[in-house]
């Protein structure tokens, strides 16, 4: 019985070590040597300062910007309350919350609706190509920028399907925003 025990232990130490220890770390020095990046949360940098990841939105108001989808997640953008609002088309706080996010956006014609709804984990980084385009006309006359120069702004930062098929078309709304500050000369 005591050999039977011994055995058992050793196999556990030895398992928590491999598994625990030594794969998780060579996972980790082999991401941040082959994609480090990636591995570091592909973090966007303005004058040297992180402003913020390509990976998680933030919330951009005001008519200077592209606008992101709205966040159902905490007091929005809040990682550690990242969810669905879980609420159905026939709940009255979803519909008063789509009709706050309608009456936010200034330019006329039918709304994309990733501008007007959350995402399911509330941190959703990009919208639609459709979305930003919506918005050329506001952030242009706000910034007394052309809206062909915004048009091709927002075309150079579309990102396209993964190996052609995987997702869809979209835009980062933080690193357009950066691209916009930089087009107007200003930093965020």
């Known amino acids: 019985?005591?050999?039977?025990?011994?055995?058992?232990?050793?196999?556990?130490?030895?398992?928590a070590v491999l598994l625990g220890v030594i794969y998780p770390?060579?996972?980790?020095?082999?991401a941040h040597v082959l994609f480090?990046?990636?591995?570091?949360?592909?973090?966007?940098?303005?004058?040297?300062?992180?402003?913020?990841?390509?990976?998680?939105g933030q919330p951009f108001?005001?008519?200077?910007?592209?606008?992101?989808r709205p966040s159902a997640?905490?007091?929005?953008?809040?990682?550690?309350?990242?969810?669905?609002?879980?609420?159905?088309?026939?709940?009255?706080?979803?519909v008063d919350r789509v009709q706050s996010s309608i009456a936010t956006e200034s330019v006329s014609g039918a709304l994309p609706i990733d501008l007007i709804t959350a995402s399911g984990?509330?941190?959703?980084?990009?919208?639609?190509?459709?979305?930003?385009?919506?918005?050329?006309?506001r952030v242009a006359?706000?910034?007394?920028?052309?809206p062909q120069a915004l048009q091709s702004l927002v075309a150079s930062n579309i990102i396209q399907r993964q190996l052609g098929l995987l997702g869809e078309p979209r835009v980062n709304?933080?690193?357009l925003n950066m691209e916009l500050d930089r087009l107007s000369g200003q930093s965020r």
Do not use: C, W
């Open 1 to 15: 019985m005591k050999r039977h025990l011994v055995t058992a232990s050793l196999y556990t130490v030895i398992t």
């Open 25 to 30: 770390l060579t996972i980790t020095v082999l």
């Open 36 to 56: 480090p990046a990636k591995a570091s949360g592909e973090l966007l940098k303005s004058n040297g300062v992180i402003v913020g990841s390509r990976l998680i």
């Open 61 to 68: 108001s005001g008519p200077r910007y592209f606008h992101s």
């Open 73 to 94: 997640a905490g007091a929005g953008y809040d990682a550690a309350a990242s969810s669905g609002s879980n609420l159905g088309p026939t709940s009255k706080a979803l």
């Open 121 to 137: 984990s509330g941190l959703d980084p990009d919208i639609t190509p459709a979305s930003a385009l919506y918005q050329v006309e």
């Open 141 to 146: 006359a706000e910034r007394k920028l052309s």
């Open 173 to 175: 709304i933080l690193a």
